[in-house]
């Protein structure tokens, strides 16, 4: 590989480098007037109680930053440790199943959602569910 660059390029990297042009990061969630229509979380790893309080606190701020659909990923429980426990509800200690219900049980989230995806939720190939949300008036 050369490590030439060519007098077109050059004169291109001055050119940016002297304007006033700012270029949008890309790892921001929006630009000044776009409104994301959809954000993902990924709960694996979390407790049940972790999981319950980050998904309040996401939805929250989902709905302020009005975004429309909001896609949760829980995993399969294929390799939750509750699965071997007899004193446990093997599908409520799962975040699949308890993720959702808590989410049902939530008056103040379900204040702010239109529609929960249950389809997915009891589609045992899935691992992930979208949840909807309201706009604000």
């Known amino acids: 590989m050369t ?14 480098l002297d304007s006033s042009e700012k270029l949008q990061s890309k790892d921001s969630d929006q630009s ?3 409104i994301i229509s959809e954000k993902t979380i990924d709960l694996h790893g979390y407790t049940l109680e972790e999981a319950n309080k980050q998904i309040s606190e996401f939805i ?10 909001v896609n949760i990923i829980t995993g399969k429980g294929m390799r939750s440790k509750n699965l071997e426990d007899p004193y ?19 008056a103040e989230l379900m204040n702010k959602i239109i529609k929960i995806d249950f389809e997915s939720v009891n589609s045992p ?11 604000i008036k």
């Open 3 to 16: 490590n030439k660059l060519s007098d077109k390029d050059k004169k291109d990297w001055q050119n940016f």
């Open 32 to 34: 000044n007037d776009k």
């Open 60 to 69: 929250e701020n989902c709905y302020i930053n009005k975004v429309k659909k």
């Open 88 to 106: 446990k509800s093997k599908d409520l200690s799962i975040l699949k199943y308890s993720v959702p219900e808590y989410i049902k049980n939530n």
């Open 125 to 135: 190939a899935k691992g992930n569910f979208d949840i909807f949300l309201k706009t």
